[in-house]
């Protein structure tokens, strides 16, 4: 065989690989198993976090600081607490209870988890944790 023949097979089949359309893999995206699908993410346990009485020794309240200011918080929480306790009370809130709520709300009371900065705000998660808290609220 000679050298033009070689170059000729070598350029027809040069041709034949360059003219011949490649099929794209398609793309795709990595199997998601189900504990990843129905996990959730980091910042949903503090922007979906429920209100109330999470069972009957301990109520949580959510909170959210553009500043990240954590004392500032504390008191917003407190306050919500509070008014969220009136509110529990319904129509059985005296005056009087008040007090006695404002108290169990400083002294049983604490910011339990805190969230980094999600669109701009800090979640704050508080909880207030008192033995047969919701029976006690009822009683006052």
């Known amino acids: 065989m000679s050298i033009k023949t070689i170059f000729a097979v070598l350029f027809v089949s040069l041709l034949v690989v360059c003219k011949t359309p490649q ?3 398609p793309k795709t995206e990595p199997q998601r198993t189900v504990t990843q699908e129905s996990a959730p993410a980091e910042e949903d346990q503090f922007v979906k976090a429920v ?6 020794s301990t109520y949580q309240v959510v ?6 200011n954590e004392p500032e918080a504390l008191d917003l929480a407190k306050k919500r607490a509070l008014n969220l306790f009136i509110a529990e009370k319904g129509d059985l809130f005296r005056p009087t209870d008040r007090k006695v709520l404002k108290e169990i709300v400083d002294t049983k009371g604490k910011i339990v988890k805190v969230s980094k900065p999600i669109n ?4 704050y998660i508080f909880q207030v944790t008192e033995r047969d808290l919701k029976i006690e609220l009822k009683k006052q």
């Open 23 to 25: 099929k794209e893999e």
């Open 51 to 56: 209100e109330g009485f999470l069972n009957s």
């Open 63 to 68: 909170v959210s600081s553009l500043d990240n």
């Open 120 to 123: 701009g705000k800090t979640y």
